[in-house]
């Protein structure tokens, strides 16, 4: 028999609803491919609003200390308020447990109208770099005494030209922070037969940190993948690795979808692509997403809290489903994960869906978001 526990955030806004609804069709997959052999045991930690109410704080440290010996998690999205408050619990989590690989998958479901040409060319794996640049950035509000400093420091030290009235940032990106995330988009490719690699950067403008990425994946591919991945352009067998400029990726990915398999970037680049890739098969609530380190992996829906449709039963609980189907494959219980593919298909090509697809489904019935998980759970 085999059990995994799996320990769960329900999540802020409407977590709590789409945990109801998307829990039991993970459940009952495992049942039907399995029956009592294969098993998930389910265990609440507390974070976000809930704990705040329950303890007082935001993360409590039990909470901490649990996911340190984890190997396995699922979170609802976890809200934090813009531009004041504390700090993004998602961050925070990705950084403390140092989940450097945020993994999107994004692919076609029959039954899906896109607002693109082809969607079903679309089948691309986004390996988003999670600790670094933006996640990891240093800024200093516009006419306070720190910005004032750092920008006559830049001009007495350095000799750059910034106005003193200007808002600063500082963007990190390393070389092994980079390495480390490339290794695993070009391990995934290796392991899941793709054709290629593609590293998406802004490093015509930004040379030495978004360049510096590109520079660094192309040394890791010659140091540790001979023989089993080739340049763009160069002759040999392999998977093969390239690079894309950002703002011409965004173009390539809507024209030439087919060209693309595994996407590997730094945090902010991988922020945008992702979601525009997914608003070309369906949006955000049909998006699943990984944050996944070297000792744990945590499973969460791609889209935010969305507070206004909070309590309304109007969320799409199909992210947070296929999230787990990714841990389902993680697990190697393709069998389970199979049967929930075909049943969103099968869900999807019968025009039985929450508001989000409606509007995107000509003749569609709109559902609620705990009737859409039991159309799932029936459909298995």
């Not at 070309?280 to 969460?300: C, H, I, K, R, T």
């Amino acid at each position: 028999m085999s059990e995994k526990t799996v320990y769960y955030i329900e999540g802020d806004g409407i977590g709590p609803e789409v945990w109801k609804a998307a829990r039991p069709v993970l459940n009952a997959a495992i049942e039907k491919a399995y029956g009592s052999t294969n098993k998930l045991n389910w265990v609440e930690l507390l974070a976000g609003e809930k704990a705040f109410k329950e303890t007082g704080e935001h993360l409590p440290q039990t909470t901490m200390d649990t996911l340190s010996k984890a190997e396995l998690a699922m979170k609802g999205p976890l809200q934090t308020p813009v531009g004041e408050g504390f700090r993004s619990l998602n961050v925070t989590l990705r950084q403390v447990f140092d989940l450097y690989a945020c993994i999107r998958p994004i692919k076609y479901f029959k039954g899906i109208e896109s607002p693109v040409k082809r969607p079903d060319l679309v089948d691309m794996c986004i390996f988003r770099e999670n600790t670094e640049d933006v996640y990891a950035g240093i800024e200093y509000k516009s006419g306070t005494p720190e910005a004032k400093k750092l920008i006559e420091f830049l001009a007495d030290e350095m000799g750059a030209n910034v106005d003193i009235t200007a808002g600063v940032g500082i963007k990190p990106i390393t070389p092994a922070g980079s390495k480390r995330l490339i290794k695993k988009a070009i391990d995934y490719a290796i392991a899941e037969d793709k054709p290629s690699v593609t590293l998406m950067h802004k490093g015509n403008i930004m040379k030495y940190t978004e360049g510096g990425f590109r520079a660094w994946g192309y040394e890791l591919a010659e140091e540790e993948y001979k023989g089993k991945v080739v340049r763009e352009g160069e002759e040999g067998t392999g998977v093969i690795i390239k690079d894309r400029i950002a703002d011409a990726m965004f173009q390539n990915a809507l024209m030439y979808p087919e060209q693309y398999s595994v996407i590997a970037t730094t945090n902010l680049n991988g922020d945008y692509i992702s979601d525009a890739l997914a608003a070309q098969v369906g949006g955000l609530g049909l998006s699943p997403g990984v944050n996944m380190g070297d000792n744990l992996a945590f499973y969460e829906p791609t889209h935010g809290t969305a507070p206004t449709i909070a309590g309304k039963d109007l969320a799409n609980p199909g992210s947070l489903v296929l999230s787990g189907t990714m841990m389902l494959e993680h697990l190697g219980w393709t069998e389970a994960a199979d049967l929930i593919h075909a049943s969103v298909e099968k869900t999807l090509s019968a025009k039985k869906v929450t508001i989000d697809l409606a509007a995107q489904i000509t003749g569609a019935t709109q559902v609620g978001c705990q009737e859409f998980g039991e159309i799932l759970l029936a459909n298995l």
